[in-house]
């Protein structure tokens, strides 16, 4: 069993930066497209993190155009360069599946006073 | 026809690949073989390697195998198996020999064989994928088979009918599948996808037979 927690521990970053659920975040991934290579950005609503080391993903939500966008990113993925926080947000869930249902004012995450 | 190791299947996990894809992949520990007897066209009619795998104390081997082993100067083996190879492959190597996991490298494509895990007496949902009835809103027809043919004609039940029965624990071959990493350290291979049989189970790795190694092409 310890060499596939081995591997999976190879598979890990060294360190992906501190953030919480309720935290709005600029995730930073790198397409590639034919040749050439270029980063998007996509940002967003921390409404889940979920799996664990290797395994880790995290939930972005944002509402473009009235649409409500979600985007998986497994956090030791190559392909996510960054996730820069851009607002600390204050929650007691951990995860915020009820935004999904909220529209406008009340889709809103409290701001962490510090 | 190539030469055949057998390993351990270690279990699965995810990689990331090079490109950053997230892959399926089963870890196999490999056996080194250790050439215990070469058939010749003269004594046995056909040429192959007989290899042996794992050592055991020589106290667990009857004195027949006990002979067998001595006359080749080599341990006493937990398995046999037999590889049958091509010309040049069977002059390659000796008694005595021993062939690693070096035989496959990254980007190769293997076959995996290994006898899959039993699942007992099945119904026809889980053994061949029936879909079965609708389990509420007054259905009386659950997970059952069905009709299973016509009546006067042809009165019987044809051959080969998909009916409930045993499940598994049959041998299995996962064809050309890629290794997709090697490493010395305990003999490890990384291959994409999942392989037949248990935790722990002992596998057949020989190259593909459908596929050729990128290597190799």
Redesign the interface.
Known sequence: ?D??AK??QE?CKAEIPDFNVGDTVRVHT?I?EGERERIQIFTGTVIARSGKK??ETVTVRRVVYGEGVERVF?L????VETIEVVRRGKVRRAKLYYLKEKVGKRARVKEMKQ | MSIVLLGKKIGMTRVFTDKGDRVPVTVISVESGTVVYKKTLEKDGYESLQLGFADIKEKKVTNPQKGHYEKAGVSSKKYLKESRVSKDVFEQYNVGDVITSDVFGKGDFVDVAAKSIGKGFAGGVKRWGYRGGRDTHGSMFHRAPGSIGASAYPSRVLKGLKLPGRMGGKRITAQSIEIIERRDEGNIIIVKGSVPGPKGGIVEIRKAKKKLSASAK
Do not use: Y
Request: aromatic share 0%.
């Open positions: 069993m060499i596939i591997i999976e598979q790198k590639i290797a395994n497994p030791h993925s190559p392909r």
